[in-house]
């Protein structure tokens, strides 16, 4: 598998939590793909000293810092994922900010790359890319998995998959469909696959359907 390539190609990487899109974008980058995760420019642009950090502050109080003075992602966490109003309100400050971020690493890309967000859809933002890698599995595997990995039982796993779109929209509008129900090896040939089959045909181009 090349990352290199003539033109820039920009790939949108989106799944559900739990369903391993960070593996599959690990995987990406191993075989040289250049990869930018919005969850950590999400980390970059509300750390401590930032403008996006204090207008999170100011937006829903000192309660969602640690003791040193960082982001305590878990309080505000348990804020958005219960309130669609609150969540509303954390992305009008941190959407801007990661889309400005992503935009000028693209910029500085000189072959195909890829853009990892579980946001993607729910935010619109995978109609700015050439081609969408979609990342699924079964939906009892999806919230069991979930459940395992972060300690929560199944009220809490349902809220949070609730605050995402259902894997079947995302998975209609995949260029190319990961799908993820096996074990290591068989993912790994997944991934191979889909990769050529991105680069094989001509990109679907950012799309203006709503």
């Known amino acids: 598998m090349s990352a290199a390539g003539p033109v820039r190609r920009v790939i949108g990487l989106t799944g559900g939590v739990a369903t391993g899109k960070s593996t599959v974008a690990g995987l990406l980058r191993a ?23 204090a207008e999170v502050v100011a937006t829903f109080g000192p309660g969602v810092l640690t003791a040193d003075g960082a982001l305590d992602r878990k309080a505000l966490g348990a804020i958005v994922f219960a309130d669609p109003t609150a969540r509303a309100r954390l992305e009008a400050i941190s959407h801007p900010r990661i889309g400005a ?24 933002s995978w109609r700015r890319y050439d081609d969408l890698l979609v990342v699924s599995c079964p939906p009892a595997l999806q919230r069991s998995r979930l459940m395992a990995r972060e300690a929560i039982g199944p009220a809490e796993a349902d809220r949070r998959l609730a605050a995402q779109l259902p894997l079947a929209q995302k998975e209609a509008l995949a260029s190319v469909l990961v799908w993820n129900d096996g074990d290591a090896g068989q993912l790994e040939v997944a991934v191979d696959a889909a990769w050529a089959r991105l680069l094989s045909a001509p990109p679907r181009g950012p799309s203006t359907a709503q």
């Open 31 to 53: 075989r040289g793909v250049p990869v930018i995760d919005a969850d950590q420019v999400s980390r970059e642009v509300t750390a401590p000293g930032s403008a996006g950090l």
């Open 101 to 124: 971020a992503i935009s000028a690493w693209i910029g500085a890309q000189q072959g195909p790359c890829v853009v990892e967000a579980a946001l993607m859809v729910e935010t619109g």
